[in-house]
């Protein structure tokens, strides 16, 4: 998010933890803010290209910001157990701008070894939770080590990337 940002780009993301929020800023030397929001407290650095609001992704809608026209998910569908992710993608199209250009970001391994989060993604997940709303493109798969504490079990994992485009 700090590197989209040096970039010249608004930043927004939505995150549970507040010490996640926090940290985020603090692990990136950003100075930051914080204002009390109805159902979100939101952070954002002084110069405002960073905005990250702390509560729950289901409860964030378009009265906070305009509709999203690019999305990077690295990390949010893959921290989200199976019950929820089932949810996922009708509220993340509800946020987004009809020429949206969104990369869905996703791991797979033997969650036998390891129970998540990260939790493990098919590549036939995504087409059948996204595939109804979007068009589902793999444009990079490769072998990655782990990332995560605790992981080491796990061996290989793939990473798939996706680029998604909304239906009309």
């Known amino acids: 998010m700090a590197w989209l940002a040096s970039l ?25 803010f914080v204002t009390d929001l109805n159902q979100f407290r939101l952070f954002e650095s002084e110069d405002g290209g960073v905005k990250i609001y702390n509560g729950d992704f289901f409860k964030f809608d378009l009265k906070y910001e305009k509709p999203f026209e690019s ?21 993340m199209k509800s946020l987004l701008g009809k020429n949206v250009r969104y990369l869905l970001d996703t791991v797979q391994y033997d969650q036998l ?8 993604i098919s590549d036939d997940e995504i087409i059948q939770n996204f595939g109804s709303l979007f068009k589902c493109e793999l444009i ?6 782990p990332c995560h504490p605790g992981m080491d079990q796990v061996g290989i994992m793939k990473e798939s990337i996706y680029y998604l485009i909304v239906k009309k």
Do not use: T
């Open 71 to 91: 999305v990077w998910d690295r990390g949010s569908y893959v921290a989200f157990p199976k019950h929820i992710r089932d949810m996922y993608p009708s509220h």
């Open 113 to 120: 070894l390891y129970a998540g989060p990260p939790f493990s």
């Open 8 to 32: 010249g780009n608004q930043v927004v993301g939505v995150e549970v933890s507040e010490i996640a929020c926090e940290d985020f800023f603090k692990e990136n030397n950003l100075k930051y």
């Open 140 to 145: 990079e798969q490769k072998a990655i080590r």
